[in-house]
Each structure stands twice: as structure tokens, then as C-alpha cells.
């Protein structure tokens, strides 16, 4: 365990798994590919750390819809490890060219997917209230 009851370091305890990816060479990153990440829920090979006997299971698309939404899925995933990663090195440029990359394909993914198939968020209506005109994933195939 990381921290005791009291939310203090343990000092008994081997931090290796922390020291690789922060005193690591400022241009590069140990990071898997964007399906890789999201399927192990980790973009650090570094700091991934397999549960026992546990198989990361990736979910496949059954059509084009599904296709898109995954790419947009594992985008969002890249960009919020990147993000977290990022506040607590704020001058890696590297990481930093890596996630603006990741954020810009993001944002152009989610703007053409919106356009086609509605808005994927709230924030994301246009002048009239479509959220509720086409239909919801428990509605049948999507």
C-alpha cells in the first residue's frame, strides 16, 4: 500500500513503479498505442501492472457508428492520462506535444461524429434540443 491510515508514504514500502516514469528521459515516453491503452486502462507500459490471471478484454464495433465512438473513446482515454501525467510534470514538452496531438484529433473526431450521428454531449447541442432524437444505447443496436 502506497499510503498508511494516516495518508502518509509508507517508508518500508519499493516505489520502483513511480520512479520510472517520473526521473525517465524527458523526450521519450514508454506509452502504448491508443486501443492498447484503453483495453489495460493504463497508457504507461512503465505502470502497468497486470491483476493475477486478468485478460484486458477490448470491445469490438459492430458497425460504423461503433467504430467512431471507439476511436473517440480511446482518444479521451490518451487525453486524460496525458493530462494527469502533465500536472505533475508541466514541462515535459514531449508529453506535451502528445497530448495537444491527441486533443486536436479529438476535438476534429467528436466535432465530425456529432455532425452525423448527434451530439455526444450536453455541451455539444446546436440551436434546438436533439440530445433525445435519435436513439439511446439500451434502445436497440446503435
Request: net charge negative.
Amino acid at each position: 500500500m502506497l499510503f498508511d491510515t494516516n495518508g502518509f508514504i509508507n517508508p518500508n514500502e519499493n516505489y520502483d513503479f513511480a520512479i520510472n516514469i517520473i526521473s525517465g528521459n524527458p523526450n521519450t515516453l514508454n506509452i502504448y498505442d491508443k486501443e492498447e491503452a484503453l483495453k489495460k486502462g493504463n497508457l504507461f507500459k512503465d505502470l502497468y501492472d497486470p491483476y493475477k490471471d486478468y485478460k484486458p478484454y477490448m470491445t469490438t464495433a459492430k458497425n460504423e457508428r461503433q467504430d467512431k465512438l471507439l476511436d473517440i473513446m480511446q482518444l479521451e482515454f490518451v487525453v486524460n492520462d496525458l493530462n494527469l501525467y502533465l500536472d505533475l510534470h508541466p514541462e515535459d514538452r514531449y508529453a506535451y506535444n502528445i497530448f495537444k496531438e491527441a486533443s486536436e484529433k479529438l476535438k476534429e473526431k467528436s466535432e465530425k461524429y456529432s455532425k452525423v450521428y448527434g451530439p455526444l454531449e450536453l455541451c455539444d447541442l446546436t440551436s434546438e434540443y436533439e440530445w433525445t432524437s435519435s436513439m439511446f444505447p439500451w434502445e436497440g443496436e446503435f
